[in-house]
């Protein structure tokens, strides 16, 4: 009887990457496989995030949870970015946790289960050419990272103490895992970096030189791929080559996330993003008039230390002016081990709060007015996901949940939908 595992994942799409990567090596080399029932695992983990301050309390809070309800016997291991940045404290603040595993020590995740009160948190420590076992929770997309670490210094982000320095993947591995993937029936590759576009700059051995743009187009390549998607880009590498690329390369799918942050130069100064508002806006449009059908995401924070109303103001201005189809925006969260921690005139939370809403409320109003443009639009689906009352849903190339009737039949492929009824999170539909 194998044992049974248990997994918690918060955090981003690097965390899901590494929770797979940790299930493929425990099932693989340790006989694990995987409960949704906590009661039964063997194993329970919980994968964290630091970027802002909640999910550091929800750890906590879970890992308490988890001592109650867990069987006699079972051990308890806290992975990936909150691991890294408060290693051994860990065991001081919850004594149950029988191991302490930073985002950059995945590998090493059998040696942990193994070894009482392991801590695996070296920044240092290189696993750029680590060969994962194979896994991916979606049977026709799948995750793949193309670098670790960040060799940005935001003044407000945590990630370079959580992830250490940039490390590109050598293409040979990151070509062997898509097609390994595609050879399984994988439709879409997902890319993932804290600074994609970056790709390339360092490798941990000596290996051929190549940029991201060179990377997008000898993946696309690959026979019976369909789709390639990829995050995050940083807006300072946007050169006008990844542009064309991006645009004219039909694997490529049409949206690009572009990590706005502020709007005001004197705070993206202050964050120390490397860009002007003029910067990001020039990069905006020439994406635009390249590659019209395209849908933008981004990040943004609000309430950033000395953050004044006219501040606020200027990035209300790049919101009216992009038209963003997604925002995912957040209330500044001071972090440990950063500068801005430091930094005077940190924002009272009624006016973080404040200015949150107002960004949401307006972006919810453009939102509207871009998804009623869908109304009778023929669009490419891929179905993924069953959904209540005979449903299937999937994403459009521009990154639009779709929903129509259907079954599992649908699942995996991709069929062209006439939208009916265009509501704001999801585009309901029917297959033509
Ligand atoms: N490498 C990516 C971002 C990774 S973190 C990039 O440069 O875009 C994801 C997002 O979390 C960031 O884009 C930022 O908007 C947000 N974030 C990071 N640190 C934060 C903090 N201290 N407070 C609030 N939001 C933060
Ligand atoms: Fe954080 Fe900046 Fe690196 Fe993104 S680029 S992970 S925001 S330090
Ligand atoms: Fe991701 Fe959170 Fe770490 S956003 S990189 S899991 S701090």
């Known amino acids: 009887m194998s044992k049974k595992l248990f997994i918690q994942t918060l955090g981003c799409a690097m965390n899901v990457r590494d929770s797979e990567h940790i299930i493929a090596e425990l099932s693989k080399k340790e006989d694990y496989s995987l409960t949704e029932d906590i009661k039964e695992a063997d194993l329970i983990l919980i994968n964290t995030c630091s970027v802002r301050e909640k999910p ?26 909150t691991a890294s940045h408060l290693g051994k404290e860990i065991f001081k603040r919850a004594p149950s946790v029988d191991f302490v595993l930073g985002a950059r020590n995945i590998s090493k995740i ?36 193309i670098s670790i670490g960040c060799d940005k210094s935001c003044t407000y982000c945590i990630v370079p103490h959580t992830r250490g320095d940039e490390i590109s993947i050598p293409f040979h591995i990151i070509e062997k895992e898509a097609k390994k993937a595609v ?31 060179d990377l997008l187009q000898r993946l696309s390549e690959i026979e019976n791929l369909e789709r ?8 300072l590498h946007m050169d006008d080559k990844f542009l064309r690329v991006f645009s004219s390369n039909e694997k490529i ?34 994406l635009k008039e390249l590659c019209p059908e395209v849908s933008i995401s981004t990040d943004i924070i609000v309430a950033f230390p000395n953050e004044s109303e006219r501040d606020f103001e200027e990035t209300m201005d790049v919101i009216e002016r992009v038209r963003f189809e997604q925002i995912f925006s ?52 891929l179905f993924e996901e069953l959904r209540a009352g005979n449903a299937v849903a999937g994403r459009t190339n521009t990154n639009f949940l779709v929903q129509t009737n259907g079954s599992e039949e649908l699942l995996g492929q991709i069929k062209r939908v006439k939208i009916t009824n265009p509501r704001r999170m999801v585009l309901y539909g029917e297959v033509v």
């Not at 890992?63 to 867990?70: L, Y």
């Not at 390639?228 to 807006?235: A, C, D, G, L």
């Open 330 to 381: 957040f209330k500044y969260s001071k972090r440990p081990l950063t500068k801005a921690a430091l930094m005077p005139n940190q924002i009272d939370e009624k006016t973080a709060s404040r200015r949150l809403t107002h960004l949401q409320n307006r972006h919810a109003e453009i939102l509207d007015e871009i998804v009623a443009t869908k109304k009778n639009a023929e669009v490419e689906v």
């Open 110 to 145: 059998v040696q942990a289960v193994n070894t009482p009160k392991f801590l695996g948190v070296d920044l240092e420590y290189d696993e750029s050419e680590f060969d994962f076992e194979d896994f991916r929770v979606n049977p026709y997309k799948t995750l793949i990272n």
């Open 253 to 286: 799918c049409k949206s690009m996330h572009m990590p706005l942050q502020s709007g005001s130069d004197e705070i993206l100064k202050a964050m120390k993003r490397g860009y002007t508002k003029e910067w990001y806006l020039n990069r905006a449009f020439k």
């Open 56 to 81: 550091v309390h929800k750890l906590f809070s879970e890992v308490g949870g988890f001592e109650k309800v867990k069987k006699e016997g079972a051990k308890i291991g806290v992975c990936g970015c």
């Open 228 to 235: 390639i998607r990829f995050t995050s880009p940083h807006p």
């Open 183 to 213: 050879e399984k029936g994988v439709k879409e590759i997902f890319l993932l970096g804290q600074n994609v576009n970056n790709y390339g700059k360092r490798f941990s051995n000596a290996h051929p030189r190549i940029d991201f743009s």
